[in-house]
């Protein structure tokens, strides 16, 4: 009786162990299929990430070479490689007037950079900090700027630049740019005043700080990712911008470098070699601006749209 009973209960741990066998093995193999899913996953992510950068990277790298082949060699040997390297073109471009452009293109750009920056944070400081029906309004009707259609209001801006004699003058672009920013620019920084403790204003105000110290000395300085994001778009939408600057602006002293390169064209024979150049001259100072200010970029919009 007692040899039956050890010989069922061998049988029963025998019987446990292949059973712990079998799903240790299950385990094994499903934990393989995970980690054979998981970098197939992972590679396909990789190559979409590949190819989207090469999208957006191998114009930028045809611009650069073929802004250093000849005239003929652009047109007989577009996807290679210049057999010579003109880098004289570069030289050509920013003598026939790219210098010109670029100071424009940079005093229109820094102007409004400052005035987009220092109007839309006073108003963003005003419409999160204070509550009533009038603040609402403004909310309202802030939004309902970001709905213009700068090829709507073309026309009624040219009238009214005329009637206040900007035409041909550096400011027609400057006011009509920061008119454009500002709501985009007040909605950011306003969402990113409201994730600002309000007991640091309490405190403030407490040790007898004004209302222009409290946006100065404190919304301002916690400020500095939303206030980065704002450079960097309004950079790149005035450096860029092409309608108003073309529209607004007849004389080749004011042009900026967007409208400018219009000029490097001609109805018989354009040099495209000497157009890419200027081209890339035009690109450098926002890929540089880009490459430098991305993390600010990325860390402003997301923290700039947590609230409001």
């Not at 197939?40 to 611009?63: D, E, H, Q, T």
């Not at 880098?87 to 920013?94: H, I, L, R, V």
């Not at 550096?170 to 920084?189: E, F, G, N, S």
């Not at 919304?219 to 450096?239: E, K, M, R």
């Amino acid at each position: 009786m007692t040899k039956t009973n050890e010989n069922i209960k061998s049988d029963l741990l025998a019987r446990d162990q292949e059973r712990t066998k079998e799903r240790s093995a299950k385990g094994v193999k499903a934990a393989r299929k995970t980690s054979l899913s998981t970098k197939v996953s992972k590679n396909m992510i990789l190559l979409g990430l590949l190819l989207f950068a090469f999208v957006i990277l191998y114009p930028l790298f045809w611009m650069v070479v073929s802004s250093l082949k000849s005239y003929d060699e652009i047109y007989n040997n577009v996807w290679g490689l210049p057999s010579v390297w003109h880098f004289e073109n570069y030289a050509t471009a920013w003598s026939m007037g790219i210098s010109g452009y670029f100071i424009n293109s940079l005093l229109v750009t820094v102007v409004t950079i400052v005035l987009v920056v220092i109007i839309g944070s006073m108003a963003a400081f005003t419409l999160s900090r204070y509550k009533s029906r009038w603040i609402d309004v403004a909310l309202i009707f802030t939004i309902g700027g970001i709905m213009m259609n700068p090829q709507v209001a073309l026309i009624p801006l040219f009238e009214m630049l005329t009637w206040m004699d900007l035409i041909n003058t550096h400011w027609a672009l400057i006011l009509t740019y920061v008119a454009y920013r500002l709501p985009l620019t007040i909605i950011l920084i306003r969402a990113f005043f409201l994730s600002i403790p309000r007991e640091l204003e309490e405190s403030a105000i407490i040790d007898g700080c004004s209302e222009f110290g409290i946006y100065a000395r404190i919304y301002l300085p916690l400020s500095v990712p939303i206030i980065v994001t704002t450079i960097v778009l309004t950079a790149y939408f005035a450096w860029n911008e092409f309608m108003f600057a073309t529209v607004f602006i007849d004389s080749d002293v004011l042009k900026t470098i967007p409208s400018g390169l219009m000029n490097f064209r001609d109805a018989l024979r354009t040099d495209w070699g000497v157009l890419l150049a200027g081209m890339v001259i035009a690109t450098i100072p926002m890929v540089v601006l880009l490459i430098f200010l991305q993390r600010y970029l990325v860390r402003g919009l997301s923290e700039g749209s947590v609230k409001g």
